[in-house]
């Protein structure tokens, strides 16, 4: 791992358990040419995919409430307002999305629209999410969703209006960065 800005000079690894923390020291070329060593760490748990399935006729998002632990233990009380999302572990991103999609809330679909990549925390958190957005119909449930219950997960399906969900991001009570800007690119869209 190198290019003519950086070159790695060790890996240490912190931690490998779930995910893989290791530190870097490594030398950076500086805008005036000169090589200068840094250390930083990188958490790395792979990439991932997110997606705003919206209702055109009821004009609602399809919103997930699930625990995380991360940020309850830094001032949440835990229960995350998010889209559907789902870590790649190598897989096709769109393919994963759909998996994720009706694992999480039951809702199957065909058509998904690639957004954009995103890297989310590009100074502590290698990863970065595939952006999706598409549409569903409140009758086109296939499953009953809620998450893997072996894996721990118990996740409640929301459908919530557009304009609350922009009024909940207002307020505080949505407050994840994924779901912030999927609900704000497809306001944006619909002006
Ligand atoms: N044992 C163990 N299991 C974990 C850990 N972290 C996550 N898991 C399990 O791994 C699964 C991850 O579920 P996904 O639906 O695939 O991912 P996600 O947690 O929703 O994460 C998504 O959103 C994140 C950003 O908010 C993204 O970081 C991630 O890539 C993905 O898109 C869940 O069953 C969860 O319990 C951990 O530290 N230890
Ligand atoms: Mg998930």
Not at 97 to 108: A, F, I, N, S, V
Request: with cysteine; aromatic share 8%; proline share 3%.
């Amino acid at each position: 791992m190198a290019n003519n800005l950086f070159r790695i000079r060790e890996r240490t690894v912190l931690s490998d358990d779930w995910g893989n923390l290791a530190r870097y020291d490594f030398e950076l070329k500086t805008r005036s040419g000169a090589w200068q060593a840094q250390r930083r760490e990188a958490y790395d748990r792979g990439n991932g995919v997110a997606c705003l399935l919206h209702d055109p006729e009821g004009g609602t998002v399809l919103l997930i409430r699930q625990f995380r632990l991360p940020a309850a233990v830094n001032g949440h009380d835990g229960m995350m307002i998010e889209v559907p999302a789902g870590m790649l572990d190598g897989a096709d991103p769109k393919q994963r999305m759909r998996e994720e999609l009706e694992e999480e809330t039951g809702y199957r679909v065909s058509e998904l629209d690639h957004l954009y990549d995103v890297y989310m925390s590009p100074g502590s958190v290698t990863e970065y999410l595939s952006f999706y957005q598409g549409t569903y119909d409140r009758s086109d449930r296939a499953a009953e969703g809620g998450g893997n219950v072996e894996e721990g997960e118990d996740i409640e399906v929301l459908h919530v209006l557009l304009e609350d969900a922009l009024a909940m991001i207002r307020t505080g009570e949505i407050c994840d960065a994924k779901t912030i800007m999927l609900i704000q690119h497809l306001a944006l869209e619909r002006r």
